[in-house]
């Protein structure tokens, strides 16, 4: 069952980034909007999702796994930010190139902080409504 | 095409998957070593297709198979992003700091060394 949901998940995630990949164009400047946006959103639903999970709903280990390892795992990419990254320098465009590795990573990490307070504020919120009833 | 992509995702996500559970198997550490492997070994990867591809070595599906479905499913951020608020989480700062810049340092590097290889 594991190995289906990773299978679904994975499947719809990437083309779903293949997908969006080609929807959104590059900013005139040569920022790869694309895959930023992509990983800011992977991230935010991941420190969420599996915040979520961990205190308010309980899941089956194949849905964990279906939508946080498959799906979310497979529509985020390090590769492609490498390789974006590493032509951004080729063209000489250094600025761009620290600009997209700094948005990427630091943005990153506090959408991911931020879908952990999310879940946490949800699950809190709950809690109070319960106690108060 | 599609379906070719599709696949080469399935096939990433596998091998990410299998991977971590065997990295997690063989000792548990502070430092998220199996997506660290993968996204460094997945960076390297795309940037040799990515060199093929745009010299016209492969054709259009073997890229878009390989490099947009396998190793775009291969490595992933969100984790990489999760992981690092995990050691944040347990006050392991330096790790945490240190997860962030070796991954970005390595991955570049590994895709510049893939991309002049192709």
Not at chain 1, 68 to 97: C, D, M, P, R, W
Not at chain 1, 101 to 126: D, E, M, T
Not at chain 2, 80 to 90: S, W
Request: glycine content about 12%.
């Amino acid at each position: 069952m594991n190995a289906i949901a990773l299978a679904v998940g994975a499947f719809i995630g990437t083309i779903l980034r293949y997908e969006m990949e080609k929807w959104i164009e590059p900013l005139p400047n040569g920022l790869p909007e694309g895959t930023l946006v992509i990983n800011w959103i992977g991230c935010l639903f991941l420190g969420w999702f599996f915040t979520i999970i961990l205190f308010r709903f309980t899941v089956p280990l194949s849905v964990r796994t279906g939508v946080g390892t498959g799906f979310t795992g497979a529509f985020t990419t390090f590769s492609t930010f490498s390789v974006e990254t590493i032509n951004l320098i080729k063209k000489h465009q250094y600025s761009l190139a620290l600009s997209y590795v700094l948005l990427s990573v630091l943005c990153g990490v506090l959408l991911a902080v931020a879908g952990y307070y999310i879940a946490k504020y949800q699950f809190n919120k709950v809690n109070r409504e319960r106690n108060a009833s | 095409m599609i379906i070719l992509i599709g696949a080469g995702g399935i096939a990433g996500a596998y091998c990410r998957y299998y991977f971590g559970k065997w990295v997690f198997s063989k000792r548990v550490t502070l430092f998220p070593l199996a997506t660290f492997i993968i996204n460094i070994s997945g960076s390297f990867l795309l940037g040799l297709l990515y060199s093929l591809h745009i010299q016209g070595d492969i054709p259009d599906w073997c890229w878009l198979m390989l490099g947009t479905g396998f190793c775009g499913a291969y490595t992933t951020f969100s984790t990489f992003g999760y992981e690092t608020i995990q050691l944040l989480e347990k006050k392991k700062i330096g790790f945490a700091f240190a997860y962030i810049v070796l991954s970005v340092i390595f991955g570049l590097l590994f895709a510049w060394l893939g991309m002049d290889l192709g």
